[in-house]
């Protein structure tokens, strides 16, 4: 996996409580938990950017994606100040890093993230978090077409609903060029930067 000097490249998270154990939990969100935090922390060391992009909805769900409006009636999925739009325990947002609130599946979509990024001379993304047919692809689609140097999708610090659908999306990413490390091997390739 090719990665440059550490202020090159941006750690995107966010796993909001909502998605880990509250209304709309992911199958197999709770396992990847350590995982992420363990990624944040080596990124933290090696001087990486860490972005967390999370969702926040309005809580009269007016911004919300029409297709979702009737359900977010009843759930109120990602409320913004609500308790499930809070980082799951162990994730703490710290001075230095960079919080980004969206309201679609991409992190890109209406929101200052590319501007952000370029700004920062930010070229490879590394991305962790659910849901990986939703957030997880759409934002590494939109990446891609950006042309962002390297973008990277750490395998175990992301989840989706299935180990089919997971499997399904990990292919399709990875025949656009996104690279798939597992966090023990992106954990080994970034550490040596600071060696």
């Known amino acids: 996996m090719a990665l440059e000097d550490g202020g090159s490249k941006w750690k995107n998270v ?25 990624a944040v922390q080596v990124a ?9 992009v999370v969702r926040e909805i309005d809580p ?3 911004d919300v994606e029409l297709f979702r409006r009737h359900f977010y009636d009843k759930t109120k999925v990602a409320s913004k100040g609500s308790v499930g ?6 994730l703490i947002i710290e001075e230095n890093d960079y919080k980004l609130v ?17 700004t920062n001379g930010i070229t490879d993304l590394v991305i962790t978090g659910v849901q990986t047919p939703n957030c997880i692809r759409q934002t ?12 990277s ?9 299935t180990p ?30 600071i060696s």
């Open 14 to 38: 966010a796993l909001l409580k909502d998605f880990i154990s509250g209304s709309v939990k992911v199958k197999g969100g709770e396992t990847i938990v350590p995982n992420v935090i363990k």
């Open 44 to 52: 933290r060391k090696c001087g990486i950017h860490v972005v967390w």
């Open 153 to 161: 999708v750490i395998t175990d610090a992301t989840a989706a609903a």
């Open 164 to 193: 089919d659908v997971y499997s399904a999306n990990i292919f399709d990413m990875k025949n656009i060029g996104v690279m798939t490390p597992t966090l023990e091997e992106w954990c080994q390739s970034t550490e040596k930067f």
């Open 102 to 118: 969206k309201t679609r599946f991409s992190a890109f979509l209406n929101t200052h993230l590319h501007s952000y990024l370029h």
């Open 85 to 90: 739009a809070e980082l799951v325990d162990g």
């Open 60 to 62: 009269l769900g007016r």
């Open 140 to 151: 590494v689609f939109d990446a891609v077409s950006l042309d962002y140097k390297h973008v």
